[in-house]
């Protein structure tokens, strides 16, 4: 009798397709050949490289509109710093990411934070009215900004969320924290971010 050659996942049941289904569920694409090279040589690399945001992050993002058709206009200060983070709102991490970042927005007003929104629609998993409800249940706080082509180029070109970069007063990235190099920080490794570029 002639044995069927399966992938040990397939092998091992429903349960294992399952959690490999969920490890899954916050990289919506995946990547060529020619980017998984590139992600293992870059794995490496310090989390604030200028590879990870070039310089024309903020100025790509600053001319950009959000949601509601307004202009962003300019995010740098001599108080404030930015804090980018690309999410959806069907990722769970993003959520859980958008909560730490509402309450280090709460205790720290010299902080602003945009978001970038990518991959929303991807597999269907929503859509532009369960973006904005649960923006307005979640993160009412948080100005959005609809992911395209240039400004994913200038944000380095995320592929998995959720991603965060802090950029100091003048606009210089000083701290990345790229979902497909690390974990998602905590509070304390946020605010200590955060605390590192404010007077």
Known sequence: MRKLCLPPVLRAGPLALLIAAAAAACAPRSAAPADTAAASANAAAPANTPADAPAAALPTLEAARDLDGHAVGALTSEQHATVVVVFASWCGPCRHELALLGELRADEPRVRIVGVNAFED????????????????????????RADEPLMAALGQPSKIPTMYVFDRAGALVHSFRRDRRPPPDRAELSAAVAEVLP
């Open 122 to 145: 991807y597999d269907d998993r929503s859509d532009e009215q369960r973006l904005r409800d649960f923006l307005a249940s979640s993160a009412p706080w948080l100005r959005v900004v």
